[in-house]
């Protein structure tokens, strides 16, 4: 039954709340409209990889404008805040200086589409937006009465320091890299395991920390061999291309389509290890549509010596749990063999007297040289290629900015990315701003692959500082000209760990049998599947309303749901942190003894980063006075938490 509580406090306090709001979003809406499967061997890839065949911003004809979800979503979200005073920039602080390279771009393609961007956010707006950004929390009360009153011109430059040194910045970042490398201990072909997972994660985290540069991640992710995943955690990102059902040539395409969908954004050899690009891609990706299947093979074969092992931890018990490992193995002696009629896709056959093909790398033509280790010339070939720094900052930009400068991040089409030789007509060129992004790729490169660096350059500039309010007339279909601050809904770990540190009610989550770890906050949970609390756990269930997926057939996605309100008006994680007789040290019983003000001041700063508006301050202290104080406390604090400026990060 759901449990509905009277309020007393009114629009001025609860303003719309997450129950109130339309959503725009559908399923599979985030990336555009979905175009039909025409090959039945391309089902088997299931949802999470055939973004191939997303239209989105890809299609031939489009323009590179187009109406997504997150922008009318943000439309929604910006027309129900309320005003926060206290701020005192200006349109003036707009002025662009000719040394940034993202807000020289931007604001120059704003200007030639005769748009005007959006005013720059306040102080309070951005110290929460960019905290949740970079570390997944929100700042805690004291952090924003601290920088809102600090007069220094520098404050923001000095807090974004603050922010990429801290331990909560590696947690948020650990859990980013995470869902691009789908680490998890379970999905639709193998298991990993909890022990491969947390060396995996602790792979990442280590690498994080030490400021390794991302190309020398990549190549280690590729490359490195070992025979233990539980001591050797990069293994398992090879491992996760392991398929059964097949000869092992599906493993080498699946291994080397996840190597190009991560570090080169080019989903698309997916499919073109199925068949060639003419004929299947014609109207969506005009690169693809001309490569063969014999070319991407080319890129196959440079897997053709790995062999993914397994080994049971007990090998006298059946079905024992065990660890995997990647070689390069002299069992498979020669390159790609063009002999399989059987498996997940269609028959590989001699191409004439041609019984092989020899490792090429597609975008370039290098071969590997005699003698040369196959997996390792991969890994140098991917990491020197300009299009992985292209694709690695497309892929940060997207999750910052809320869309691409190329859209679906992961389907790039390398046939229409040149401003000074554009595509033939029909087509356009795919990203919405090209110089930006290879100016941007170029700086990545320049930083000797620092993702701090990167990340540094995109929160310091005035574009990622303009607000997600907007005064004149807003197109939606301009959201890829980032002239505004497109809004999101918090990840799930983040919408716990701010429900958790605002009250100042922690869980403890022990998970020290499968993981050796113990937690209070879900940012630094290893993987999505099972915990904290167990498949059918009420906290797994409550961050699993909030779509975390599972890194596998189930992305990440901003969807809402008629859940997603339930849980936050009567879920137990809520309702337990919102009572006046809880423990002493919680928000709400810390502040009870406070003059109503005070009380009202103290939980808005803790929840929603911000001093109440006057119209909210009088309707709280009003309620406050006339009604059960405590009650109204507690309906104050509740309200807060269904607040859309609590769940949206804007």
Same mark, same amino acid.
């Given at each position: 039954?759901?449990?509905?509580?009277?309020?007393?406090?009114?629009?001025?306090?609860?303003?719309?709340?997450?129950?109130?709001?339309?959503?725009?979003?559908?399923?599979?809406?985030?990336?555009?409209?979905?175009?039909?499967?025409?090959?039945?061997?391309?089902?088997?890839?299931?949802?999470?990889?055939?973004?191939?065949?997303?239209?989105?911003?890809?299609?031939?004809?489009?323009?590179?404008?187009?109406?997504?979800?997150?922008?009318?979503?943000?439309?929604?979200?910006?027309?129900?805040?309320?005003?926060?005073?206290?701020?005192?920039?200006?349109?003036?602080?707009?002025?662009?200086?000719?040394?940034?390279?993202?807000?020289?771009?931007?604001?120059?393609?704003?200007?030639?589409?005769?748009?005007?961007?959006?005013?720059?956010?306040?102080?309070?707006?951005?110290?929460?937006?960019?905290?949740?950004?970079?570390?997944?929390?929100?700042?805690?009360?004291?952090? *924003?009465?601290?920088?809102?009153?600090?007069?220094?011109?520098?404050?923001?430059?000095?807090?974004?320091?603050?922010?990429?040194?801290?331990?909560?910045?590696?947690?948020?970042?650990?859990?980013?890299?995470?869902?691009?490398?789908?680490?998890?201990?379970?999905?639709?072909?193998?298991?990993?395991?909890?022990?491969?997972?947390?060396?995996?994660?602790?792979?990442?985290?280590?690498?994080?920390?030490?400021?390794?540069?991302?190309?020398?991640?990549?190549?280690?992710?590729?490359?490195?061999?070992?025979?233990?995943?539980?001591?050797?955690?990069?293994?398992?990102?090879?491992?996760?291309?392991?398929?059964?059902?097949?000869?092992?040539?599906? *493993?080498?395409?699946?291994?080397?389509?996840?190597?190009?969908?991560?570090?080169?954004?080019?989903?698309?050899?997916?499919?073109?290890?199925?068949?060639?690009?003419?004929?299947?891609?014609?109207?969506?990706?005009?690169?693809?549509?001309?490569?063969?299947?014999?070319?991407?093979?080319?890129?196959?074969?440079?897997?053709?010596?790995?062999?993914?092992?397994?080994?049971?931890?007990?090998?006298?018990?059946?079905?024992?749990?065990?660890?995997?490992?990647?070689?390069?193995?002299?069992?498979?002696?020669?390159?790609?063999?063009?002999?399989?009629?059987?498996?997940?896709?269609?028959?590989?056959?001699?191409?004439?007297?041609?019984?092989?093909?020899?490792?090429?790398?597609?975008?370039?033509?290098?071969?590997?040289?005699?003698?040369?280790?196959?997996?390792?010339?991969?890994?140098?070939?991917?990491?020197?290629?300009?299009?992985?720094?292209?694709?690695?900052?497309?892929?940060?930009?997207?999750?910052?900015?809320?869309?691409?400068?190329?859209?679906?991040?992961?389907?790039?089409?390398?046939?229409?990315?040149?401003?000074?030789?554009?595509?033939?007509?029909?087509?356009?060129?795919?990203?919405?701003?090209?110089?930006?992004?290879?100016?941007?790729?170029?700086?990545?490169?320049?930083?000797?692959?620092?993702?701090?660096?990167?990340?540094?350059?995109?929160?310091?500039?005035?574009?990622?500082?303009?607000?997600?309010?907007?005064?004149?007339?807003?197109?939606?279909?301009?959201?890829?000209?980032?002239?505004?601050?497109?809004?999101?809904?918090?990840?799930?770990?983040?919408?716990?760990?701010?429900?958790?540190?605002?009250?100042?009610?922690?869980?403890?989550?022990?998970?020290?049998?499968?993981?050796?770890?113990?937690?209070?906050?879900?940012?630094?949970?290893?993987?999505?599947?099972?915990?904290?609390?167990?498949?059918?756990?009420?906290?797994?269930?409550?961050?699993?309303?909030?779509?975390?997926?599972?890194?596998?057939?189930?992305?990440?996605?901003?969807?809402?749901?008629?859940?997603?309100?339930?849980?936050?008006?009567?879920?137990?994680?809520?309702?337990?942190? *919102?009572?006046?007789?809880?423990?002493?040290?919680?928000?709400?019983?810390?502040?009870?003894?406070?003059?109503?003000?005070?009380?009202?001041?103290?939980?808005?700063?803790?929840?929603?980063?911000?001093?109440?508006?006057?119209?909210?301050?009088?309707?709280?202290?009003?309620?406050?006075?006339?009604?059960?104080?405590?009650?109204?406390?507690?309906?104050?604090?509740?309200?807060?938490?269904?607040?859309?400026?609590?769940?949206?990060?804007?």
């Amino acid at each position: 039954m759901v449990k509905i509580r009277t309020l007393t406090l009114g629009a001025a306090v609860t303003g719309l709340s997450l129950a109130g709001f339309v959503y725009s979003q559908q399923q599979g809406a985030e990336d555009g409209p979905q175009i039909p499967v025409s090959e039945s061997q391309c089902s088997f890839f299931g949802p999470n990889h055939d973004k191939f065949v997303q239209a989105g911003f890809m299609a031939k004809g489009l323009s590179s404008g187009q109406a997504s979800p997150r922008a009318l979503m943000t439309a929604q979200v910006a027309s129900a805040l309320p005003p926060v005073p206290g701020d005192s920039r200006t349109a003036a602080d707009q002025q662009v200086s000719s040394t940034n390279t993202i807000d020289r771009y931007i604001f120059q393609g704003l200007q030639a589409a005769g748009m005007q961007p959006a005013p720059p956010t306040n102080d309070f707006e951005f110290l929460r937006r960019v905290t949740l950004d970079l570390t997944g929390k929100i700042p805690t009360a004291d952090q *924003v009465v601290s920088f809102t009153n600090d007069s220094s011109p520098d404050k923001r430059t000095k807090l974004v320091e603050s922010l990429l040194g801290s331990p909560a910045w590696l947690d948020k970042w650990t859990m980013f890299f995470g869902d691009l490398y789908q680490n998890n201990s379970q999905n639709t072909q193998i298991t990993r395991f909890p022990q491969t997972v947390t060396a995996f994660n602790s792979y990442v985290r280590n690498s994080l920390s030490s400021g390794k540069p991302y190309d020398q991640m990549a190549r280690e992710l590729i490359s490195d061999q070992g025979d233990n995943s539980y001591q050797q955690g990069e293994l398992s990102f090879i491992v996760g291309g392991v398929v059964g059902g097949g000869p092992v040539q599906d *493993v080498w395409d699946q291994q080397t389509a996840n190597i190009a969908t991560t570090f080169l954004g080019l989903a698309n050899l997916n499919c073109l290890l199925c068949h060639n690009g003419r004929g299947h891609l014609d109207s969506i990706n005009l690169w693809a549509s001309g490569v063969t299947r014999n070319q991407a093979w080319g890129m196959s074969s440079f897997l053709s010596h790995t062999y993914t092992s397994l080994t049971r931890i007990d090998s006298t018990v059946r079905n024992s749990p065990y660890y995997w490992g990647t070689s390069d193995d002299t069992r498979y002696k020669t390159d790609y063999a063009l002999n399989t009629t059987t498996g997940n896709r269609p028959p590989r056959q001699p191409i004439g007297t041609q019984k092989t093909y020899p490792p090429v790398y597609l975008l370039s033509g290098a071969k590997a040289q005699p003698g040369q280790n196959y997996r390792q010339a991969l890994a140098q070939d991917v990491t020197s290629d300009f299009q992985f720094a292209r694709a690695t900052v497309n892929y940060v930009w997207e999750y910052f900015f809320g869309i691409g400068i190329v859209s679906p991040s992961d389907t790039f089409d390398m046939a229409r990315l040149d401003p000074d030789n554009p595509p033939p007509s029909p087509w356009t060129l795919q990203p919405s701003n090209p110089r930006l992004l290879n100016a941007l790729a170029q700086d990545f490169i320049n930083s000797k692959y620092d993702l701090k660096s990167l990340m540094r350059e995109i929160v310091n500039s005035k574009t990622y500082q303009l607000s997600s309010r907007y005064s004149g007339t807003w197109n939606p279909n301009s959201a890829n000209l980032f002239g505004r601050k497109l809004v999101r809904r918090l990840w799930s770990e983040e919408l716990h760990d701010a429900v958790a540190q605002s009250s100042n009610i922690l869980p403890t989550y022990n998970l020290m049998t499968a993981y050796g770890i113990t937690t209070n906050w879900a940012m630094q949970l290893p993987q999505p599947l099972g915990t904290p609390d167990g498949n059918n756990g009420a906290v797994n269930n409550f961050l699993n309303a909030f779509l975390r997926g599972n890194r596998d057939d189930q992305p990440r996605r901003q969807d809402g749901s008629i859940s997603q309100a339930l849980d936050l008006m009567n879920d137990n994680f809520i309702m337990s942190r *919102v009572k006046s007789t809880g423990p002493a040290s919680s928000l709400l019983v810390k502040n009870l003894n406070l003059p109503n003000d005070q009380l009202v001041n103290n939980l808005f700063l803790a929840v929603l980063s911000r001093y109440p508006t006057p119209a909210e301050m009088t309707a709280a202290v009003s309620n406050l006075a006339d009604g059960n104080r405590n009650q109204e406390a507690e309906n104050l604090l509740w309200s807060l938490y269904n607040k859309v400026d609590f769940v949206f990060n804007y």
